[in-house]
């Protein structure tokens, strides 16, 4: 018998027990759907986050307090707590006078606060205290007004700029310039207003206050670490840049050579590895619990192949007789079992196409749905499959033709 | 116990064709025992068969007699636990499961009481089952099974499914189904136990026509009057050959010139 005859005969097996084959199928079409929806959502997450990353500004990388590899460790960031100093306005002025390389240098600083207008108030609003050169090296603009200008810096001013999340919670979308907000106790001049950025993962991007960074630090103290943005002339010169910041740093805090850094430099691309090291193991996860559903829809597989095999005994008995070997009836039984499970790995890819559809409809990631592993979860569904059709198939084989004939159905 | 209805010739124990004809089943002290239990039962004990080419014979006899089991043999559904069984020259008592299996796809035709056709699946499928597990390629096999399919009156259902076709019609189409490798014996059991008695009567004309073309036809009842149909009667009773007799329509067979095939 050609593997066509058994694909036409197992095809119509299937057909004319659409529901029972369904169910039988559950188990298969959940774990290939699964897996597609999470590989192709890891993809789109991915693209995502990578074109968020990117849209930082290229080139850019920053001198924070701690090392990604520490700020991931709880052991490790509990020792560099111990280790490693804050990071200083001092230290932001060094950096600035004595580095040759970096096209700029910008420091910020931030917290979370209330915002109050009128009587009306907004929580968690991102406070940061900036330098005015951020600008250049952020994902925002300008959309109304100015922002922080050199001298608000040198006059310590109380001056905001302030993104549109607080222009629509606290002014009712009215224009809020020149008008006053009350942050931790403190009136702040609104002086501009950015353009709106949306959400990252459901959260606000434009809920943000920033004020000039020696103002914040006039308020708050200096005990918060600042973050330096150094953005590099050139992609050519980022690798170079990054040493450079990394050896006045060092320099700065009179490191012997054989000290580690007591502090961070972290570019976009380690950040793109932290997020991949994340989303892998998120991947990995989910992976490994649609392998353990396809295992169970192997067993529900071979469950109903026991079955079909008992109910059709008089089938096999008769297509002995007509002079079936051994050989075609396991043949016959087992590409049944594999296309009954391929069907399902197929409708489960269908599923996840669906799903992503769906999904890049209502969020702002881009899905698609990975060719590899949608073949990958169609050649596996098809191996679990003939895996969990041996034992039926071969059980179907060894019928006696008598036995086989004479079974009461 | 023999019956009015079938003619009792001189002996018993000669075969009622000419001896130079071409012999297609042999069975030499063929003994078949089960294992019940610690019980062994001897379902057949050392039975002596010829049957030739082109006879139309029906094996009789009551249920436990051992009819069915010898059918088995006969069929190459079963092996004997002793003795030979020779078909069309091959010693098939000998054979492995593969190649009993051959022989049943080339050598026999089955026609079963309950027809056994598939189910959900065309009569011409049906037909061309026998030719698929032969492995004749697509186009010839559709050919000779829709030949096998006119040959039993039913060219123009060719696309029905059994459950759309009358018992008599389902029974026609086992029987092309039977025809259609060319069988050297079509074995046929009971084919009538599940047709009333119009539809019995035009399944045995079939049958009848079908040895007109010279097939070779065995018959397993137990009613009289279909054994009847056949031209020599085998009685089988505690698991041996209890009678050898020619029937009337056999005697009229046997007195007409001899059959074109000779």
């Known amino acids: 018998m050609g593997i066509r005859e058994a694909i036409a005969v197992a095809l119509g097996t299937l057909r004319a027990h659409k529901l029972r084959s369904f169910l039988t199928l559950l188990g298969v079409i959940i774990s290939v759907c699964t897996l ?20 930082l500004g290229s080139n850019i990388f920053s001198v924070s307090q701690f090392s990604l590899n520490e700020m991931t460790n ?181 490191l012997s050579w054989n000290e580690k850094n007591n502090f961070g430099i972290i570019g976009s691309d380690a950040l793109m ?5 994340l989303t892998g193991a998120i991947a990995s996860v989910m992976v490994g619990v649609s392998f353990v559903f396809l295992v169970v829809g192997g067993i529900v597989i071979m469950n109903i192949m026991l079955a079909a095999v008992t109910e059709r005994t008089q089938e096999v008995g008769t297509r002995k007789a007509v002079g079936a070997r051994r050989s075609d009836i396991l043949w016959q039984f087992l590409v049944e079992s594999a296309v009954l499970s391929t069907v399902g790995g197929l409708i489960g890819v269908l599923l996840a196409y669906l799903f992503t559809l769906a999904a890049g409809a209502l969020t702002p990631i881009p899905f698609s749905l990975p060719l590899g592993a949608v073949v990958l979860a169609v050649v596996i569904s098809t191996l679990v499959g003939l895996f969990f059709g041996v034992y039926p198939a071969s059980k179907a084989a060894r019928l006696t033709p008598i036995a086989a004939l004479h079974s009461e159905t | 116990m023999a019956t009015p209805t079938i003619h009792q010739p001189s002996t018993t124990t000669a075969t009622p064709y000419a001896g130079d004809r071409e012999v297609v089943i042999r069975t030499e002290n063929l003994w078949k025992i089960y294992q019940m239990g610690s019980e062994q039962v001897a379902a057949l004990r050392g039975v002596n068969l010829q049957i030739y080419r082109n006879e139309y014979v029906a094996i009789m006899g009551p249920s436990g007699s051992g009819k069915s089991t010898l059918m088995n043999l006969i069929g190459c559904l079963d092996s004997p636990t002793r003795g030979e069984y020779w078909l069309s020259g091959h010693l098939v008592s000998a054979l492995d499961d593969d190649e009993l299996a051959r022989i049943r ?139 050898d007799t020619r029937t009337r329509r056999g005697d009229a067979v046997a007195n007409r010139p001899p059959a074109p095939s000779a």
């Open chain 1, 74 to 254: 709880p052991v490790r960031f509990m020792r560099a707590k111990e280790t490693n100093p804050i990071i200083r306005y001092q230290d932001y002025q060094f950096l600035r006078a004595n580095a040759r390389l970096p096209r700029a240098i910008g420091a910020q600083t931030q917290r979370t606060g209330t915002v109050k207008h009128n009587g009306r108030s907004l929580d968690e609003v991102n406070i940061s205290g900036v330098t005015p050169n951020v600008l250049g090296m952020s994902a925002f603009q300008v959309a109304n007004g100015r922002f922080l200008a050199p001298t608000d810096e040198q006059r310590r001013a109380y001056v905001a700029f302030v993104g549109p999340d607080i222009v629509t919670h606290l002014f009712g979308g009215a224009n809020p310039l020149g008008r006053h907000i009350l942050v931790s106790g403190q009136q702040y001049e609104i002086i501009g207003v950015a353009t709106a950025q949306g959400d990252v993962f459901g959260q606000s991007q434009d809920n943000f206050v920033m004020i000039p960074l020696r103002t914040y630090q006039k308020i708050y103290g200096n005990q918060d670490s600042i973050t330096l943005d150094v953005q590099a002339r050139d992609a050519r010169l980022l690798p170079a840049t990054m040493d450079e910041m990394e050896m006045l740093m060092r320099v700065r805090r009179h």
């Open chain 2, 105 to 243: 796809n080339q050598e026999i035709g089955f026609v079963f009481q309950t027809f056994n056709l598939l189910p959900r699946t065309s009569a011409l499928h049906n037909v061309e089952l026998p030719l698929i597990y032969s492995g004749a390629p697509p186009a010839e096999r559709t050919e000779r099974a829709m030949a096998a399919l006119q040959q039993v009156d039913l060219g123009s259902r060719v696309h029905h499914k059994p459950n759309e076709l009358s018992g008599g019609q389902r029974q026609r189409v086992a029987i092309a189904r039977a025809l259609v490798n060319r069988p050297s014996i079509i074995l046929a059991d009971e084919p009538t136990g599940n047709l009333d008695s119009t539809t019995s009567n035009e399944i045995m004309a079939l049958l009848e026509v079908l040895w007109e073309r010279g097939n070779t036809i065995v018959l397993v009842t137990h009613e009289h009057d279909i054994a009847e149909h056949a031209h020599r009667v085998i009685h089988i009773r505690d698991g041996q050959v209890a009678g």
């Open chain 1, 36 to 55: 597609v929806a999470v590989v192709a959502m890891v993809q789109g997450v991915n693209t995502y986050v990578g074109s968020k990353i990117a849209r």
């Open chain 1, 273 to 277: 590895t932290l997020w991949h090291t």
